[in-house]
């Protein structure tokens, strides 16, 4: 989805989270703005990684 897409509140496939999959398979437990702030907090170093889910449904993203 490109950053310059409005989000359609409407459809559940545009209600895109973004988070940090710690090495040990969990989410990190706080929110991010963006994905480049996702991207700054990740310690890729460490085996995390920037990951972007759906919290209504499983859609494809």
Same mark, same amino acid.
């Given at each position: ?20 999959l710690l090495a040990n ?11 480049? @702030?996702? @991207? ?8 995390e990684q920037v990951v ?5 449904c499983e859609c494809a993203?």
């Amino acid at each position: 989805m490109s950053q310059d897409t409005a989000v359609d509140l409407d459809d559940p496939r545009t209600q895109i989270e973004v988070s940090v999959l710690l090495a040990n398979g969990r989410l990190a437990g706080r929110r991010f703005g963006s994905r480049a @702030e996702a @991207e700054a907090w990740a310690r890729p170093e460490d085996g995390e990684q920037v990951v972007e889910y759906n919290l209504v449904c499983e859609c494809a993203v």
